[in-house]
């Protein structure tokens, strides 16, 4: 049997793509007002922003991207840290973020594609490091979230299937996500469940968990909750 030195192995490359809107008042977190200000909801989200590029950056991947709506990049540009690469969507909406970030980035010779969102503030690196994982033996990843949808989607070829047909928005999302790889005959595996920030209820959660998770988890939103909170 022949054994090949590692350095002779291809490495692989991964990028990690974070789906983000521009943390405008009266533009991001609405469902939050009340009982947050537009104001207050805005910077909330723009801490669930620097978490989310935090953890991404933290998994030493060789890419970093951030998918944004047109319109978004300056506000996103002054706000997040150095090492991340901004990726304009050609059209809006959700679905067409999601398949420009998997066909960008797939075309430019990335062997794994994990996206995540940005709802998500006390999510860590280990589902998604998870995801790259399940890749070598999936043809998707997907991690559910509480409400019915996803908030992580990987995949090492395009598959624009996923995003044809979805009811965007509602509970089905991933179910319908997940039918339509199976459809296609493609193997699809998960990782944990995470729950998104999305409206008023959420907010008890979110401060249940973080009151009893260690202070390095989700850092620039326990202070924008805690102003948030103060200023209502």
């Known amino acids: 049997m022949i054994v090949w030195p590692s350095a002779t192995l ?4 991964r990028a990690c793509v974070v789906v983000a809107k521009a943390p405008q008042a009266g533009y991001a977190k609405t469902r939050l007002v009340p009982p947050l200000s537009p104001e207050g909801a805005a910077r909330l989200y723009a801490g669930f922003l620097l978490d989310a590029a935090d953890v991404a950056l933290a998994l030493a991947w060789e890419r970093v991207s951030v998918i944004h709506p047109v319109g978004s ?3 996103l540009a002054a706000l997040l840290p150095d090492g991340l690469e901004l990726v304009e969507q050609p ?6 973020a999601l398949s420009h970030a998997f066909e960008s980035h797939l075309a430019l010779g990335f062997d794994r594609v994990v996206l995540i969102g940005s709802d998500n503030p006390t999510l860590t690196c280990e589902p998604i490091v ?5 890749l070598d033996r999936a043809d998707v990843v997907i991690g559910p979230s509480v409400d019915g949808g996803y908030y992580l989607l990987g995949m090492k070829r395009l598959h624009p299937e996923l995003f044809q047909g979805i009811e965007w928005s509602t509970p089905r999302v991933c179910a319908q996500t997940v039918a339509a790889a ?3 005959g493609l193997d699809v ?9 999305d409206e008023a209820a959420d907010l008890a959660r979110l401060e249940s968990e ?5 202070p390095d988890v989700a850092p620039h939103t326990r202070r924008a909750l805690e102003a948030a909170l103060t200023a209502r």
């Open 10 to 13: 291809p490495a692989m490359r």
């Open 73 to 75: 990049r300056d506000a």
């Open 91 to 96: 059209a809006r909406g959700l679905q067409a």
């Open 130 to 134: 998870k995801a790259c994982h399940a």
């Open 182 to 184: 199976r459809r296609a």
């Open 189 to 197: 595996a998960r990782v944990a469940e995470w729950f998104d920030v």
């Open 210 to 214: 973080l009151a009893s998770s260690p």
